[in-house]
């Protein structure tokens, strides 16, 4: 059962994103024009994400912040108003067009359509000593959209994203290819609401860097925290 729910959803995986690939044509042209237009860099955004099993790979996105944006302020955290999304950025995550790149991803076989979200190499520290509840979530695929996602996207604690993920990864085991479709379906509803984009600040009193530094410790301590048994 779970070998065929596994070669339906890379199938599914496969001709999904390459119809949209071709289809999206335009939307590759017009973009990448308007990026340059806008501010020096690259079109596309390379980053080196995890996903089945820790595995890295490089994620793409389009360019929606300045160059070397990670190193600068709030680095990985991007709140409301954070002056290093440019103009165009701004209005491509408003719309999560800039995350469509990854679609190329899908086809590579790095991601999935539905799965966790893929953290950032470094993001949950040490990968190999991270606790059962963190690394449950990469027994799967990463992917374009997930249960954390239709839940509440950015507007949740990393460790609610978690335990979202951790039940994705029990509902696919159980129902197999069904849930990906649940979550598919209800993601196309939700990608017409621009709500819950930015992440919010656990002390509103501190600035983006502080702000972020201390939200970055938080996570990657809840990610090594001994297991209860």
């Not at 190329?104 to 059962?132: A, Q």
Request: proline share 3%; glycine share 6%; net charge positive.
């Amino acid at each position: 059962m779970k070998f065929i729910s596994l070669f339906v959803k890379r199938v599914f995986d496969i001709v999904s994103s390459g119809i949209c690939i071709v289809l999206l044509t335009p939307v590759w042209i017009v973009v990448s024009i308007m990026i340059k237009k806008d501010s020096k860099g690259p079109v596309f955004f390379k980053q080196g994400r995890r996903t089945k099993d820790g595995r890295v790979f490089q994620m793409l996105k389009f360019r929606s912040m300045v160059v070397n944006a990670e190193t600068m302020g709030a680095g990985l955290f991007n709140y409301e108003n954070d002056p290093r999304v440019t103009k165009v950025g701004r209005k491509l995550r408003d719309s999560s067009i800039d995350e469509l790149p990854q679609l190329f991803n899908i086809f590579m076989g790095d991601m999935s359509v539905v799965g966790p979200r893929p953290c950032v190499t470094y993001e949950l520290g040490d990968f190999e000593t991270l606790n059962k509840k963190y690394k449950k979530r990469f027994r799967v695929k990463a992917g374009l959209t997930g249960l954390a996602q239709i839940k509440g996207r950015n507007d949740i604690s990393w460790d609610e994203k978690v335990t979202y993920d951790n039940e994705y990864v029990d509902q696919f085991e159980k129902y197999g290819f069904l849930a990906d479709i649940k979550i598919g379906l209800e993601s196309v509803f939700k990608a017409f609401k621009h709500d819950k984009i930015y992440e919010n600040k656990m002390d509103e009193s501190m600035n983006d860097a502080e702000a972020a530094q201390a939200e970055e410790a938080e996570i990657i301590r809840l990610a090594h925290l001994p297991d209860v048994e």
